[in-house]
């Protein structure tokens, strides 16, 4: 008996002792990881200079099981419900998990690394659980219900529709048996979007042209083939000449190569990258994808996984999404036969002795446009020069339309060489952001551009917007300018108007806060930024010579506005061909009615009208990284639905005087500083005065001459 007492005694003391060790290597975590700590910097923009990759696993692991017990503190509060105790407690819980995953996904995106992309296919099911540990548990989903949606208001109102369509949404009323597959399912779906994302990027970078001789780069200029040739000696090919790929299908570089075997190869490559049976395919990934979601959407009660999908979306329905779309389509598609008959036309009188393809679009699209305009590509590039266009165009038009003013902080840490931050200022003077602009593309960047927050605005945790814009511009070497389009332009304007709408956000609670708006909504405050690029007063005012330093010309000017429709049938085609297979890949019913990845691909274009062999759809099947890793599944059609909302506003506003700081103001209170706090559509409706109609679009955007 004594010999039980001192065993049990040091047992008791070995206990303590470990319960002490573990408390203080807790408490070691939590200070010394930075990850694990409010910043200290501005308005907590992220320690760049403290936070190591190997970092974020600890981090991940500590804020877990802190989260876990908020939630279950949550979940077993023996108090009555109420919106304190219950929705206000989710909205406070797991800061230090939001923060780490905030900054680790926003990396990833933009600046990955093999350890980074291991970290992110570990733990991507392990992120999966923990929102069905909080999303599927029936004991808080009960609390909500439970709590009197009559006693609240306001922002307190909207933030429990919320989160009650998020518990909806995932499957809370469940049985526990159906919440075990779907647990499984949600699981299998985050590795394979990680895997997927990690594929195509590796793809991406294998599928660049590699081109022996100068003479095949005939039509580039002097910056291209500078970038072209700094690519290939990187990749340890000197001598060579590389041509990277973007994530679409058409490549920028197209419009310019005057040789046609060129073209065709840059084109196939960029086409092919993804379906080459190599470690760059991503064929298969894509076959486990959507038959997952479909199960998914029928453990649910749903047909498809569009009709669960979009329930909390502007278009409620996929039917309704799709008759959209195919209003447009019609218009547009003749649209863009009449200009492919255009380009046949000059490939003709030049004697070309081929049928227009794919890879011949752009480089005689560009010539039927001088002809038909006076208008040439590479007459109007040198005036547009990247950081003249942002500090003398986006940011000029940001102070015409909205007052605000930016500030160049060195002294803030940047996650890579390229980035740079900014302080922004609202009319006022008074500080109101930080803004992050990343511009230059990189072999370890997601292709496209976009923007996110890295701190969310939110009046309860007394955070402002700490927001960055990705771009993937070719960097300029030896001293050239980096010189881009008009289409890049215009994303310019476009990512920045996203931008606005963070930097405008308002709100009480960062889960209804600034862009946090559903899919087919977000877009349309960037796509109204866009009109900023044709304000006459705003292109003369950015639209500079990068060699005379001579502002654009008023003829010049004039002839860009006159060709603004130029080419609108092959661009909303495009996109109306991607969206309607977002949308149809996501329509299946039965999982039998899944066809191998480009069967399906063909057979979905024809059936609405789509198959144009020379206006393929903005993004492959393949490479559709919106769709299988991008947030988009069954929302790509969001884009034409956002158009579709920015053209009757930018009617409203041209009927009213234009851009205006006036106009800007209103467009400022009744859209881009309420978030998701009120109802969209009544707000929509309050700028202007009706509903959303698809007339604006099909007129502004020509598709009815």
């Known amino acids: 008996m004594m010999y039980l007492l001192n065993k049990n005694a040091t047992l008791t003391v070995v206990a303590i002792a470990t319960t002490c060790m573990l408390f203080a290597q807790t408490k070691s975590i939590k200070q010394t990881n930075p990850l694990l700590r409010k910043s200290t910097l501005q308005y907590q923009a992220p320690r760049f200079d403290l936070i190591k990759d190997t970092d974020f696993k600890p981090a991940f692991d500590y804020a877990f099981k802190e989260h876990d017990a908020e939630i279950e503190k949550i979940a077993n509060n023996p108090a009555k419900p109420t919106f304190q105790n219950t929705v206000l407690a989710l909205e406070l819980s797991g800061q230090d998990l939001t923060r780490a995953a905030s900054i680790f996904f926003k990396i990833t995106s933009a600046n990955s690394n093999p350890t980074l992309q291991a970290v992110e296919e570990e733990y991507a099911p392990k992120f999966a659980a923990h929102n069905d540990k909080i999303y599927l548990n029936s004991k808080i989903y009960k609390r909500i219900k439970a709590l009197n949606l009559s006693l609240l208001k306001g922002e307190d109102k909207k933030l429990k529709e919320v989160y009650l369509s998020y518990f909806e949404l995932a499957g809370a009323s469940l049985s526990d048996t159906d919440k075990e597959k779907m647990k499984d399912i949600n699981q299998q779906l985050a590795s394979l979007s990680t895997q997927f994302s990690n594929t195509l990027l590796k793809a991406r970078k294998n599928g660049a042209l590699l081109i022996d001789n100068l003479q095949e780069l005939d039509g580039l200029n002097d910056a291209d083939i500078a970038a072209a040739k700094a690519k290939a000696t990187e990749a340890g090919y000197d001598g060579k000449y590389m041509l990277s790929l973007l994530n679409t299908t058409q490549q920028p570089l197209l419009q310019n190569l005057k040789v046609r075997t060129t073209r065709e190869k840059l084109f196939k490559a960029s086409w092919v990258r993804a379906e080459k049976n190599d470690s760059g395919d991503t064929r298969a990934i894509i076959e486990k994808i959507v038959k997952l979601r479909l199960q998914k959407a029928q453990l649910m009660g749903k047909k498809s996984y569009a009709e669960w999908k979009l329930q909390d979306q502007m278009a409620k329905t996929p039917e309704r999404a799709m008759e959209l779309l195919n209003m447009i389509a019609g218009p547009a598609v003749e649209k863009a036969k009449k200009e492919a008959k255009d380009i046949q036309d000059l490939i003709d009188k030049q004697n070309g002795g081929f049928k227009l393809e794919p890879w011949d679009w752009n480089f005689y699209a560009e010539q039927v446009r001088k002809e038909k305009y006076d208008l040439n590509a590479d007459e109007i590039k040198p005036y547009f020069e990247v950081k003249t266009v942002l500090e003398k165009g986006v940011f000029y038009a940001a102070k015409k339309m909205y007052g605000l003013t930016f500030k160049v902080r060195k002294d803030l840490p940047v996650y890579h060489p390229d980035v740079v931050a900014y302080e922004v200022f609202n009319k006022n003077g008074q500080s109101i952001a930080i803004y992050y602009l990343d511009f230059y593309t990189r072999d370890n960047k997601e292709g496209g551009a976009w923007m996110d927050n890295f701190v969310q605005q939110s009046y309860l945790l007394k955070q402002k917007p700490v927001i960055y814009n990705v771009y993937n511009f070719a960097k300029p070497v030896d001293g050239n300018p980096s010189l881009i389009n008009f289409k890049d332009v215009t994303t310019m304007f476009h990512e920045f108007g996203h931008t606005l709408h963070g930097l405008f956000a308002s709100q009480k609670y960062a889960s209804i806060s600034g862009t946090a708006v559903p899919n087919d909504y977000v877009e349309f405050p960037s796509q109204i930024n866009e009109h900023a690029a044709l304000d006459p007063a705003v292109l003369k005012n950015y639209a500079i010579h990068n060699k005379t330093k001579e502002p654009i010309p008023q003829a010049l000017v004039d002839?860009?506005?006159?060709?603004?429709?130029?080419?609108?049938g092959y661009d909303v085609t495009e996109n109306l061909a991607a969206a309607t297979l977002d949308l149809l890949w996501h329509s299946v019913q039965n999982e039998a009615d899944f066809k191998p990845v480009l069967d399906f691909e063909t057979a979905a274009l024809k059936q609405y009208?789509?198959?144009?062999?020379?206006?393929?759809?903005?993004?492959?099947?393949?490479?559709?990284?919106?769709?299988?890793?991008?947030?988009?599944?069954a929302g790509y059609y969001a884009y034409t639905w956002s158009k579709t909302l920015d053209y009757n506003v930018y009617d409203w506003m041209k009927a009213n005087g234009g851009m205006t700081m006036t106009n800007c103001e209103l467009f400022k209170k009744y859209i881009l500083s309420v978030g998701n706090s009120v109802d969209l559509n009544k707000a929509f409706k309050n700028l202007i005065g009706h509903d959303m109609q698809v007339e604006p679009y099909i007129n502004n955007a020509g598709l009815n001459k």
Not at 615 to 628: D, L, N
């Open 559 to 568: 002839k860009i506005i006159k060709a603004e429709t130029f080419n609108k």
């Open 609 to 633: 009208g789509l198959f144009l062999n020379e206006v393929p759809p903005r993004y492959h099947t393949p490479y559709f990284a919106h769709i299988w890793s991008g947030g988009y599944s």
